[in-house]
């Protein structure tokens, strides 16, 4: 199995950014798919962008479409979500997630998850 711990959340201004890690131990990293979901309060959890360990094939939601960019570092076993301009209505916790297969992953059905990091955006 795989053991995924993110971090990086925190208190960020409307407009400001942040970078989320999520570091992965137990087995190599490009063996899976990696993604990052995450959910507000009172709202189901929703995907917000993966990455394909085969050959790096990325995924994002519409609504971060253009200011959050997900990346990998397989020698550091780490994936990162780096988020820009962002809006209040980010704020959530964010989880990530494992997957041998990258379309199982995307429907949100991974195998392996995180604890989740929150990620408050406010003035």
């Known amino acids: 199995q795989v053991h995924l711990v993110e971090s990086g959340g925190g208190l960020v201004q409307p407009g400001g950014s942040l970078r989320l890690s999520c570091e992965a131990s137990g087995s190599p990293l490009d063996y899976y798919a990696i993604g990052w979901f995450r959910q507000a309060p009172g709202k189901e959890r929703e995907g917000v962008s993966c990455?394909?360990?085969?050959?790096?094939?990325?995924y994002y939601a519409d609504s971060v479409k253009g200011r959050f960019t997900i990346s990998r570092d397989n020698a550091k076993n780490t994936v990162y979500l780096q988020m820009r301009s962002l809006k209040p209505e980010d704020t959530a916790v964010y989880y990530c997630a494992a997957d041998p297969d990258y379309h199982t992953l995307v429907a949100g059905m991974a195998d392996y998850w995180g604890k989740g990091t929150l990620v408050t955006v406010s003035s």
């Open positions: 990455i394909r360990g085969r050959d790096g094939e990325t």
